[in-house]
């Protein structure tokens, strides 16, 4: 995975590099906006992270410039100003995700694994956690290379579990991701689907864990 | 450790130094209803002397007339004098008992012949002029029954010559009157003059009073401007029709509002820019030291390195939450958007952004159950992002505090008129001699975890700001319940 990281402070800059060299990205460093102008512009990346405050060339105007040129490379904000209107701003833009310093580097990896996971179904391109493997191009399923039969909502609940693993997917979001399946004899309670897949899924190490009057959270058991 | 943010500027109501003066109005009440006073009293002694004049005038006519006609009345003849005084003429002479004409005939001047008092003669009578009458004042001597007492009079004297024989003689022709009915008379002009003068000046003053009120209504209309007004309103002052004086003052007021509001917009800036410079190392100290504990194998070096990276963490979470409190300032929440949100969707997007932390420090953090019914939305109106950094400062403490394997529930629900945000743990709780002081700046309930103090601090400013409150209890068993009590949206 390619992965272009433009920020000028250079201990968080080489901090980041090298956690991110460790989470198998090929990182290119920009430390201006200008650099990451032209490195998004002549060589192809998979995924941007951007700090705002950048100097030459802010991020917010890196950012317009690349959505011009590529409108689908997922692109993380790095910001110290989490005010709504700088928020809103960043999202305006085109970025996919916003973080906010300092954090936690196992959540940047998390968000960066989140977006390419997105990226790659966009592009039919299978996900995989644990023994589970999933191909979103043919909405079908494998446990341990055994494919299991899923009906249609019990296919997008897996996969919103599996594309948000880790992150807890609300109830809102099931209904919604629904709507337009309608399914006979199904009924609407969230918690028989849940039931079903987790028993298709209990040789696949992992685990659907029930968020109290929330919702549902995917993740890899522990091995 | 010192405070490291400037204390929350308290705006107050202080007294102006020196003492407030004599209000505007009254001074220029004194100074235009003085002088009319002043004019007022002159006129009325200068019409009381007028009118006295005037009645002197008309009596001592008078006087005369009856004196030349009582001199008509006496004609001489030979030596002698031929008195023609009929008792209708003397009646007529002492018509008004309450006001009697007193008369005295003497010839030689002195030598009294004929009337019913004696009268003062005039100063000296010897050389009167013929045919010319002398007025002046004296009184009656008190030996009369009429009058007791002496009785001041106005007494008319006409020197007449008696004959034109050789050695011409002359007589003297007295009229009195009592001078008590000639004051009560000027004193009646007097009044009568100064009733409608009175009535004017009593107009007047109303008119003055009303003309100041208006004048200085610009005035007060500023004043109600300026004290009607949010302390964090620094719009200029409005003053439409303003005489020239205020709008100087009006100008002024909104010079100097124009610079508190740079003022705050430096702040703000400053707040910004801090948060800039302070996160960007700070994550940069973080992640650096997330790769040496990676790499490093020594266990002491490795201890050392756990409390810097603890210590870093400890201070971007304390940067993050002077910032937030920063913002919580009432200047600064002013200025922020104010929306109208779903307290219910909020939370519940918070608590699941939580979960996995939750799920890692081996807690259960999740929502009341609603049985799968469609959750309710809890309108409520303020900024979305200062609420939802205080309740996420909750669940941060219930993380913090409440210990391995508890329960955090997170609840919201109406009551009436107002939104209820719910809290609780099933972990120590917070004894409740404690607990207002818990909610102090800097203050922790214990010296386990990473809070800096800061949280419930910035969960009560935020939540006060919105008109709400914040209050601890116990939870069932035990553990700690935070509820924020907030108005619901109209």
């Known amino acids: ?223 | 450790m010192s405070l490291p943010i400037a204390p929350t500027p308290q705006l107050q109501m202080r007294p102006l130094d020196g003492q407030a003066g004599v209000s505007l109005a009254r001074q220029l009440l004194l100074w235009l209803l003085l002088p009319q006073l002043v004019v007022w009293l002159a006129g009325g002694v200068a019409s009381y002397r007028l009118a006295s004049g005037y009645v002197n005038q008309a009596i001592d006519a008078s006087l005369l007339q009856a004196s030349k006609a009582l001199a008509r009345q006496l004609k001489p003849i030979g030596n002698g004098l031929l008195i023609d005084f009929p008792k209708a003429a003397q009646d007529i002479l002492e018509a008004d008992p309450s006001d009697r004409l007193l008369y005295t005939v003497s010839s030689p001047p002195g030598q009294f012949i004929l009337g019913n008092q004696s009268l003062p003669l005039p100063e000296n009578f010897e050389n009167l002029p013929l045919g010319e009458p002398q007025f002046y004042s004296g009184s009656t001597p008190a030996r009369d029954a009429h009058t007791p007492s002496p009785q001041a009079l106005r007494i008319a004297a006409l020197r007449l010559s008696l004959g034109d024989g050789p050695q011409p003689s002359t007589m003297l022709v007295q009229v009195a009157r009592s001078s008590a009915n000639r004051e009560e008379l000027a004193q009646k002009i007097l009044v009568d003059m100064l009733l409608p003068m009175s009535a004017l000046v009593l107009l007047l003053t109303l008119l003055v009073w009303a003309g100041i009120r208006a004048g200085l209504s610009p005035l007060h209309r500023l004043r109600l401007q300026v004290e009607g007004r949010a302390p964090t309103d620094l719009a200029p002052l409005q003053l439409a029709s303003a005489p020239r004086e205020l709008w100087s003052l009006a100008n002024a007021l909104n010079t100097l509002l124009a610079a508190v509001q740079s003022n705050v917009n430096t702040q703000k800036r400053f707040i910004g820019d801090a948060a800039h410079q302070l996160r960007t190392p700070l994550a940069g100290l973080k992640s650096q030291t997330e790769i040496a504990l990676q790499s490093v194998s020594d266990p002491a070096l490795r201890v050392r390195l756990e409390r810097v990276h603890e210590s870093a963490t400890r201070s971007a979470h304390l940067v993050n939450q002077l910032l937030t409190l920063a913002r919580a300032e009432p200047e600064s929440l002013m200025a922020q958007d104010r929306q109208r949100f779903d307290l219910a969707r909020m939370a519940r997007l918070l608590t699941a952004e939580l979960v996995p932390r939750a799920l890692k420090l081996n807690m259960d953090l999740g929502m009341d159950e609603d049985d799968g019914a469609v959750a309710q939305p809890v309108w409520v109106e303020g900024n979305e992002l200062l609420i939802r950094e205080a309740v996420s400062n909750l669940i941060d403490n219930a993380l913090y505090y409440a210990g391995d394997g508890a329960q955090i529930t997170v609840s919201v629900h109406c009551t009436g008129r107002r939104a209820r945000l719910c809290v609780s743990d099933n972990g120590p709780g917070i004894p409740a001699p404690e607990r207002e002081r818990a909610m102090e700046r800097f203050v922790r309930g214990t010296d386990i975890g990473n809070g800096c103090g800061l949280g419930l601090a910035i969960v009560r400013e935020i939540i006060e700001r919105h008109g709400g409150t914040v209050s601890l209890a116990d939870a069932i068993p035990h553990g700690l319940q935070v509820t924020l009590d907030l108005p619901l949206a109209v």
């Open chain 1, 1 to 223: 995975m390619k992965l272009l990281l433009a920020e000028d402070d250079a201990l968080l800059a080489d901090a980041l590099s090298t956690q991110l060299r460790g989470a198998g990205f090929q990182v290119a460093h920009a430390p201006n906006g200008a650099v990451a102008d032209y490195l998004l512009e002549r060589e192809p990346q998979d995924i941007a992270v951007l700090d705002l405050g950048l100097p030459m060339l802010d991020g917010l105007s890196v950012l317009q410039k690349l959505r011009a040129r590529q409108p689908e490379l997922p692109v993380i904000l790095l910001t110290a100003r989490d005010s709504l209107n700088d928020r809103v701003a960043g999202l305006q833009a085109g970025a996919d995700d916003y973080v906010t310093k300092p954090f936690d580097f196992p959540e940047l990896l998390a968000r960066l694994q989140a977006l390419l996971r997105r990226s790659q179904r966009r592009q039919g391109m299978a996900s995989q956690v644990g023994r589970l493997s999933l191909d979103e191009g043919a909405r079908r399923a494998w446990v341990a290379g055994e494919s299991i039969e899923l009906s249609g909502r019990e296919w997008t609940l897996l996969s919103l579990l599996v594309q948000q693993q880790g992150k807890v997917v609300t109830k809102e979001q099931i209904h919604a991701a629904w709507s337009d399946e309608a399914e006979v004899g199904g009924g609407n309670a969230i918690e028989v689907y849940v039931h079903r897949l987790r028993r298709k899924t209990d040789r696949a190490g992992v685990n659907i864990r029930t968020v109290r009057g929330i919702g549902y959270l995917l993740e890899a058991e522990a091995s």
